[in-house]
């Protein structure tokens, strides 16, 4: 007897592919957050210097980000599933080395791997959605399942340490990375950018490696900065990599017949303006996940997994706001309720400042809950 599958219908096979984007990017970014409250056990385990367990930590956000705009235009290029489907599969294999990993140079490997993996799969995903009736349902499924995993990596990173061991904080990724591969191969079809005039479907080579060195550089700078001291030789270096790799990129997409980056957008004020607002907000953000963790754990003197649930109540309040986004998006339009957002955003992070040892629910909530509305 043999079994047919039926072709996948249109409906299905929509849901299918916004299931695959929020499963992407919810696995993309927990593991930027699932290792943190893991470093202790990790260093115990396999008794290694601080200074070397650092990369754990940064060597993902490092080559993930110092690979994302080339991820980009790859996928426009070579094909948009195509290169979903090599970034899930690099990201599932890497994940599995870091699991299997018995000392800290296969495991700083695996997780530089794993950045080259997401750097490929982030991009994809959303260009996957291009031209697409259900594009704004699908971004707001990303962003919200990105939220969420910004929630749960505390929380699932403490369980796993304290309850079984510091490898499921990577095994974690294998069976849901397969589950993605599978469900992509069936719902995505392949789609490229159409080539507009002077892009022939080219990699522009010299521009991307200008772009790998300036993101590359500008992140080992910010992250190791503190570190190493602003003054020291590795870091002037990475600083003068970074000014020199930004210039050398402009220059070269300013001639390029192929360019990566279409420097013409950023002459529309709306384009530019949001780029530079969504640029700030990561910066000032990002390190907060961090120290917030540390903060519950080590100040408020509570366990691994309750800082995580502290801080799904932030992420709760901008999932419950969405509603609100919608009304005021038509209301006010963007343009109007953007400074409204990031000044109440701004306002909840200044009421942090209280926070003591000792700090307790009453008084974490509220400024948590403004923070949380004005990050839709």
Not at 254 to 261: I, K, L, Q, T, Y
Request: glycine share 16%.
């Amino acid at each position: 007897m043999t079994l047919t599958v039926a072709p996948a219908q249109p409906a299905t096979r929509s849901r299918l592919l916004l299931t695959v984007v929020g499963l992407a990017g919810f696995v993309t970014t927990l593991d930027n957050t699932v290792v943190t409250v893991a470093l202790p056990s990790i260093q115990r385990d396999l008794h290694t210097r601080l200074s070397a367990l650092e990369w754990v930590a940064t060597g993902y956000i490092l080559t993930f980000a110092g690979l994302m705009i080339a991820g980009g235009r790859l996928a426009d290029v070579y094909g948009r599933r195509k290169v979903l489907l090599i970034g899930l599969t690099v990201f599932t294999g890497a994940s599995l080395g870091a699991g299997l990993a018995t000392s800290i140079e296969p495991l700083v490997v695996a997780r530089l791997a794993q950045g080259v993996g997401a750097a490929l799969i982030l991009p994809a995903t959303l260009a996957v959605l291009a031209g697409r009736p259900d594009r704004s349902l699908g971004v707001a499924i990303w962003m919200a399942s990105g939220a969420g995993a910004l929630a749960l990596g505390p929380v699932v990173g403490g369980y796993l340490s304290q309850h079984a061991h510091w490898s499921w904080v990577f095994l974690i990724n294998v069976p849901m990375g397969a589950a993605v591969i599978a469900l992509a191969t069936v719902a995505i079809s392949e789609t490229r950018a159409e080539p507009s005039v002077g892009r022939r479907g080219q990699v522009d080579v010299p521009g991307l490696l200008a772009s790998v060195v300036f993101l590359a550089s500008g992140t080992f700078a910010l992250i190791h900065g503190g570190e190493y001291g602003w003054g020291s030789p590795p870091i002037l270096i990475a600083v003068a990599g970074c000014v020199g790799g930004g210039v050398l990129f402009l220059v070269l997409e300013r001639g390029a017949r192929a360019p990566m980056v279409e420097l013409g957008l950023f002459a529309g004020r709306s384009f530019t303006g949001g780029v530079l607002a969504q640029v700030l907000w990561g910066l000032g953000v990002n390190g907060v996940f961090f120290y917030t963790a540390l903060f519950l754990q080590g100040c408020s003197g509570s366990r691994l997994p309750p800082p995580g649930w502290r801080s799904c109540r932030w992420r709760c309040s901008w999932w419950s706001s969405r509603r609100w986004c919608r009304w005021s998006s038509g209301g006010w339009g963007v343009g109007g309720r953007s400074p409204a957002d990031w000044c109440w955003w701004r306002l909840g992070w200044w009421g942090r400042r209280s926070w003591r040892r000792g700090t307790g629910g009453g008084d974490w909530c509220p400024p948590s809950a403004r923070s949380g509305w004005g990050r839709r």
